[in-house]
């Protein structure tokens, strides 16, 4: 039975993070600019993030989930903010190529702080993890918390399992680009995550 749970979770960690969205144009961009371990270090950033999601959701931690969801006008805010302002940023780096070992360890605290942080300012995503738990017949997980917790592992190792295959897949790739093809994918992908921000910011409109 702890098998099926931790399967599950694999499943849905890696199926949660595998849309590519604003966190997954910032991987890629980073993975091409700076190399693997940028982009993998992003990568675990929403891991954790999505993992916190899947926590709450897994143990019914409704006092937390309702503060998230009434507080979302402020959390989208300030990821709207941020996507705007790394959007512009990326549209205007400079793609000059560098050596790999200029990535200090403080450079990739700093990726997985920024995705970790991106990822929790949509608390919505908490709503997608119960509507999911739901589906695959997981409502009543929290009941054992030791299901509960394969569970949720099972979250974080198959998030973790997408960005790894991804920040690989895309540094093969990335010796094989000139810099005209990286300065034109700064910009393409500044002008995505910009969108992205954009929309965010649209959202609380609705809200």
Known sequence: MELA?????????FSIAAPVGPIGILCIRRTLHYGRFSGLFSGFGAA????????????SLT?????????QFWFRLLGGSFLFYLGGKTFFADTTERPLARISHKTLVTD?????????????TIISFIAVFAALGLANVS?????????????FLGS???????????SFFRKKLSQQV????N??????????????LISLLHL
């Open 5 to 13: 749970f931790f399967i599950k979770g694999l499943i849905l960690g």
């Open 48 to 59: 954790a993030a999505d993992t916190i999601y899947g926590l709450i959701a897994a143990f």
């Open 63 to 71: 006092l937390v989930s309702d503060f998230l969801t009434e507080q």
């Open 112 to 124: 997985f702080i920024s995705t970790f942080f991106l990822t929790l300012s949509n608390p919505i």
């Open 143 to 155: 009941d054992k918390y030791s299901d509960a917790a394969i569970l949720v592992t099972g979250i």
């Open 160 to 170: 973790c399992l997408w960005w790894l295959l991804l920040s690989e897949g895309i």
């Open 182 to 185: 990286m300065s034109l994918i």
């Open 187 to 200: 910009r393409f992908a500044g002008m995505i995550i910009v969108a992205f921000g954009i929309a965010a």
